[in-house]
C-alpha cells in the first residue's frame, strides 16, 4: 500500500526551527515530484515548497523563501523540510504530497498521495 508518512512537527518559539520529514513507504520515490502544503484553521490549503524529481529543482512559496529548504534523500526514500526563523503565522498542519513527475508540480489538485500531516505550532 502506497503510503506517506509525515513527522516532526511541534511546539517551538519564534525564531526556531524544525525539520519535517516525509517517508513513503510501498513505493520509491525516485520519481515522483513531492510537494508540502499547509493548512491553518479558516484557510485555504497553501502550497509551501515542492521539489522536482529530474534534477532537484525546488519551488517556495514567498511567505517562505530564505527560511525554508526542501531536500530529497533518495537512499531514504524520505523527502525533508527544513525550517528555520519561524514565525506564528507558519503555524498549521504540514502535509507532504507525491505525484508521478519528473517535473516541479505546484497545485495540490495535481498531487495523487498524501500524508496525513503533522501539527506545526509557532507560540511563545
Known amino acids: 500500500q502506497l503510503q506517506l508518512v509525515e513527522s516532526g512537527g511541534g511546539l517551538v518559539q519564534p525564531g526556531g526551527s524544525l525539520r519535517l520529514s516525509c517517508a513513503a513507504s510501498?513505493?520509491?520515490?525516485?520519481?515522483?515530484?513531492i510537494g508540502w502544503f499547509r493548512q491553518a484553521p479558516g484557510k485555504e490549503r497553501e502550497g509551501v515548497s515542492s521539489?522536482?524529481?529530474?534534477?532537484?529543482?525546488?519551488y517556495y512559496a514567498d511567505s517562505v523563501k530564505g527560511r525554508f529548504t526542501i531536500s530529497r534523500d533518495n537512499t531514504k526514500n524520505t523527502v525533508y523540510l527544513q525550517m528555520n526563523s519561524l514565525k506564528p503565522e507558519d503555524t498549521a498542519v504540514y502535509y507532504c504530497?507525491?505525484?508521478?513527475?519528473?517535473?516541479?508540480?505546484?497545485?495540490?489538485?495535481?498531487?495523487?498521495?498524501w500524508g496525513q500531516g503533522t501539527q506545526v505550532t509557532v507560540s511563545s
Open positions: 504530497a507525491a505525484v508521478p513527475s519528473r517535473e516541479l508540480v505546484l497545485g495540490y489538485r495535481e498531487y495523487d498521495y
Open positions: 521539489i522536482s524529481s529530474s534534477d532537484g529543482s525546488t
Open positions: 510501498g513505493f520509491t520515490l525516485d520519481y515522483y515530484a
